[in-house]
């Protein structure tokens, strides 16, 4: 069976780093890529950037570009989201999914989300 | 970035009705569209890929349509558990692969 699991939710205050995860299982980590999604609270999906695990190919979406990190460890089978430092706005839910190519494809399996709060 | 248009944004529908979701993509994406449902709380689901291609599991009462820039997502015969929110997605332009905005289905 599929899985990406995600690391669990987060508190933070504006200003500090954090990194969440995802891990893959059931299947080959290294022949698909993995997305990130962001879902702000009441709001709808967003597309953040996505990353082929074998040789780190990474494509952001412009929005995002600078905001965030995208990396992945095949060893540990993960991919990482990261943010050296929290604004208010990044407050939000963070999916992971998987997809067979960066383009002309779709996200066929998704990580349960990480809720980052960030708050004073 | 290509903007994707969905509408309506929220309908009202009973048990066993036909309803249609609508999706506009700003430029021709062939028919890389893609539609998922969401259910509160919980991840998003795949439910049609490539326009019109269903995902595997995913009840026939479901289907896609379209091409270019206009794209449809019908559900015949409505379910208890089909009320939740559906989202396109283009995967034509990347980066970014865009959503629509989602359409809230509820309960009449």
């Known amino acids: 069976e599929v899985q990406l699991v995600q690391s669990g939710a987060e508190v933070k205050k504006p200003g500090e780093s954090l990194k969440i995860s995802c891990e893959g299982s059931?299947?080959?980590?290294?022949?698909?890529?993995i997305a990130w999604v962001r879902q702000m609270p009441g709001k709808g999906l967003e597309w953040m950037g996505i990353?082929?695990?074998?040789?780190?190919?990474?494509r952001y979406s412009p929005s995002f570009q600078g905001q965030v990190t995208i990396s992945a460890d095949t060893s540990l089978r993960s991919a990482y989201l990261e943010w050296s430092s929290l604004n208010f706005s990044d407050t939000a839910t963070y999916f992971c999914?998987?997809?067979?190519?960066?383009?002309?494809?779709?996200?066929?399996?998704w990580g349960q989300g990480t809720l980052v709060a960030v708050s004073s | 970035d290509i903007e994707m248009t969905q509408s309506p944004s929220s309908l009202s529908a009973s048990v066993g009705d036909i309803i249609t979701i609508t999706c506009r993509s700003s430029?021709?994406?062939?028919?890389?569209v893609n539609w998922y449902q969401q259910k509160p709380g919980k991840a998003p689901k795949l439910l049609v890929h490539?326009?019109?291609s269903l995902q595997s599991g995913v009840p026939s009462r479901f289907s896609g349509s379209g091409s270019g820039t206009d794209f449809s997502l019908t559900i015949t015969g409505l379910q208890p558990e089909d009320f939740a929110t559906y989202y396109c997605?283009?995967?034509?332009?990347?980066?970014?692969?865009?959503f629509g905005g989602g359409t809230r289905v509820e309960i009449k």
């Open positions: 999914a998987r997809s067979k190519a960066a383009g002309g494809n779709y996200l066929d399996s």
């Open positions: 059931g299947y080959s980590f290294t022949t698909y890529w």
């Open positions: 990353i082929y695990p074998r040789d780190s190919d990474t």
């Open positions: 430029r021709n994406v062939h028919n890389y």
């Open positions: 490539t326009a019109s």
């Open positions: 997605q283009q995967s034509y332009s990347n980066p970014p692969l865009t």
